[in-house]
């Protein structure tokens, strides 16, 4: 019986190449460590591969019994609560990066790009993916990415703080385990753990450079984490790592660098196709101009700047992902002395914010709200 053989330059064989690339580049995300195929990670990452333009990726959640015992022999038959489902549908679009490859150079032995500069094509265009990607994660969880499915995703949970200490550390706990003290935002089902550990939940928290600086500056954080962590180049007060605090594992983010197109506005939002990503991370607030990093009149130099900080838990942002990303490159109608190459990908991004199969619960409420991200703004200037 013979054995199939893939033909050179075959699509099978080109689209291995490229995933080979992106899984090298992925490595360098931000995102990489927290992204998962279940809804235990906080990027909830699911395929669709037959999806094309228009075309949906279904998420998939449990919920949990909350019914009433039935006491000594009354009639516990018909009375059995209905197990709960929800779920949430992300429309995937297509995406190009694209690449000028310069003048073309001579084949080998066909009229092709030689096969390096192929490979630096698609290290540059896979590095461009990851910081886009991210971006665009960055965004959907910060409430400014419109999808398609319903435009703008604007926080339904935000906490504010004109400072952040370590007392603020505790009041963060305290308001995600409670679902009390939010500045935006009514009594909400609490923030599902990153690690699913009832008894030991760790809720992660992303904020920015200058937040992290006022920790940093505290008189009962250099008071007390100098003395409480191991002594030695590894203590947080020596390496400015914040790690983890109660239930809460707090990580410094870089800060957004790049352009988001004039037109733009903070009240309606931007696509994935309006910014051009040179450093992936999270965005301030200029209030006074109302716009956000990268946008037409926002400035470092306001009174009114504000950091917008994360607080993620499991299942809370969505990427999903069509057919399989693919390179392809097109010469020059000028006899072809130069070329440009494109990552093509199928995909789309957005927070979780679930519908009921059958019903919602009566006050741990999961339906129309952000499931797994609450916004944490920080006045920073």
Known sequence: MGTAVVRPGSDLKRKAWVREGLVQAASKSFWNGMTGNTSSSVVFQAKNESAAAGHTVVFDYDG???????KGKDTAFGKGEQKKKFSDKLTVDRYRLVVDNGDKFDGVDI???????HSDSRAKLAD???????QGIFDAAQGNLITNDEGRQAATHVIESNTFTYDTLIDLETTLRTS????????????APWNLNDTDP?????????????LRKDARWTSIIPMADARGSGNRALSGEIKRIGALLVVCAPNFFGETSVGTNAASGWRLNDTSVEISGLRQWDKTNGAWTGQNGFSYASTNLWERNLIVGAGGIQVGY?????YKWQPSEDFAIKSES?????????KSKLKPEDSDYKAAKVTGIDWGVVAFDVKVQ
């Open 322 to 326: 069509g057919m399989q990303p693919d």
């Open 111 to 117: 009229g092709d790009l030689k096969i390096n500069e």
């Open 342 to 350: 494109c990552l093509e990908v199928w995909l789309e991004f957005r």
């Open 202 to 214: 760790v809720w992660m928290v992303i904020i920015g450079a200058k937040t992290a600086a006022m």
């Open 128 to 134: 461009l993916f990851v910081r886009w990607k991210d």
């Open 180 to 191: 009390q003290g939010y500045t935006t935002g009514s009594i909400r089902r609490p923030l």
């Open 64 to 70: 949990n019994l909350a019914g009433k015992a039935i």
